[in-house]
């Protein structure tokens, strides 16, 4: 079974997120350009970013698709902040966490990293947590920073 390769893109300067439409690697040896699209006052535009030096003239981040999608459709991307709900769920009922793209054993993985930096391995989508109760996305790290600080907190 293939799964679909999505990518989103965060403005670093518009403060905004997009919806990446092309990537062109054209070589090692240049910025990849990231052509992404997004609204604004009702008109579609699209616009370039460069992403992947290392001198900090980065203007967008990218988030892939993890694969899978919450309890209500949503699509679930890295950077997304999930609420999982249910008892089966470690550390209780109501956990918040934080969906990164990590490497365990040699191989790369989407993680959930609650509040204490503990992790549940989702491994590329076949994870079926639906049978755990629910997991809904409320928001992401950079729209809504909010959701973490809340829980640095409690540590």
Known sequence: MMRDIKFRAWDRNKKMMEKVVCIEMLSPYVYTNVIVEFKEHGR?????????????????????????????????????????????????????????????????????????????????GILHFKSKGTIEVVGNRYENPELLKEHEDDK
């Open 44 to 124: 579609v535009i699209n616009d370039n970013h460069l992403i992947g030096g290392t001198d900090g003239c980065d203007t967008a981040i990218l988030m892939q698709y993890v694969g899978l999608k919450d309890s209500n459709g949503k699509e679930i991307y890295e950077g997304d902040i999930v609420k999982c709900t249910g008892d089966e769920w470690p550390n209780g009922m109501n956990v918040i966490y934080e969906v990164i793209y990590g490497a365990d054993n040699d191989y790369p993985a989407f993680d959930l990293i609650d509040e204490y930096g503990n992790n549940i391995y989702i491994a590329n």
